[in-house]
């Protein structure tokens, strides 16, 4: 075959080359030095938390209709408040002065600064969408301990984060309350609820695995947090211990502290003589988020000796949701800044998410368009995670209504509210496709079933929690 008739492939790989895009652009910035950008403090002292903070930033640049827009979904859609840290600010739109359309179209702002025209009007939220989607709560075996699958827990620290995403799954527990949600609180003292849970790792040896969550424990304290992460190493039953930040990325002055690198470069050494692996998790969804200070504050966490730095991105529409965009994003998470691209989550069913959700028909496309040009070891799955089963490889389901947009799933192992469930394990399991994805018959079933499923899926919710009260009393007892 001649040069003249070769055909492209789909997907180009070029080198990746990571710019910190640069912050004195933006008005309310011209004076910043490198020395403050690069200050912890300082990046905390500046996070944009309301309209105010988020006009003295960018100045004159933006229309008032984006702030009215901005001002509207705070009001009356956004699950979570505004908590945006310069960092983060400083990747939308990151290397031309952004003018409204320029921030508008900006993937990193449409999660993080959603904005009332984002959202769907004719079907905001799904029928079935909850506030804990994932029914966490309801396996809690200890007050922020979830036991969802046999082997392993989650581990909720804190309910803050540094930073704050319009389609957090724990939208339900994390933040402060907006005015459509009212958030949960823990009740237990920190101490009293870390002593919790460790009494239950120590108590049962099935558990192997230990994601330290929160939040983000970039907001522990960090004595705090090294003291229970030295606690779990201490636990001879647990071999793997995940440290879930997404400030990694967010706010990676954090990590590049002189007491945290001091600080976890014990915790690797302690665990690494123990035989145990300590990884961090990030999240990132873009590669525009992936900058030098990424990349540094990664190399410093892997120069202490843990194990991996891993990435769990969320697929979003309007965001990430082609392939071409997310193999950008894991070739400059792995090329750029040593980060292990590892799963890509659908965007959960929670309340006035249904612009950023894709169908799973969607999703097994995407996880098709990646395959190949990654190696193996560092090709992300995009997985489902199904409600009362956990994550799910898009390619697994059983069987799928694609006019409806319902997927069945099963699974292999009980949760702890299943214990006792003899039909746990041949029962099938539903997801559902955002409803505007849907032809027009499918979209038309919705529309006249809509009542009926939402007064199903409230039975369906009190059943439930009235099972996990139950079952975490017999537990707790
Ligand atoms: S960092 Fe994670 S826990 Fe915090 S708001 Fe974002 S998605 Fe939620």
Redesign the pocket.
Known sequence: MSERTRLEQPYRYTPVELVEPEWTRFPGWKQVTSAEWQSVQWQRAHCVKNLRQLRAVLGELVEDRFYADLERDQAERAT?SMLVPPQMVNTMVPHAVPATEDLYADPIRRYMLPVFSDRRTDWPSHPHATRDSLHEHDMWVAEGLTHRYPTKVLAEMLPT?P???G?????DL??NSTPVIDKLRFTLKPVDRVEAMLHYLRAHPEVRDVVI????VANMPWARLEAFVDSVIDVDNIRDIRL?T??LM?LPQHWLQDEVRAGMERLAAKARSRGTSIAIHT?VNHANSVTPLVAAATRAMLDTGIRDVRNQGVLMGGVNDDAHTLLDLCFALLDGAQIMPYYFYMCDMIPFSEHWRVSVERAQNLQHGIMGYLPGFATPRIVCDVPFVGKRWVHQLESYDKNRGISYWTKNYRTSIERSDRDALTRTYEYYDPIHTLPDAGRDWWRQHAGDVLAAAERAAKASREAAESQTSLTIG
């Open positions: 979570m984060c930073q704050y995403c389609h957090c799954t724990r939208m994390v933040g969550s929160g939040g983000d879930a997404k400030a967010g999240h």
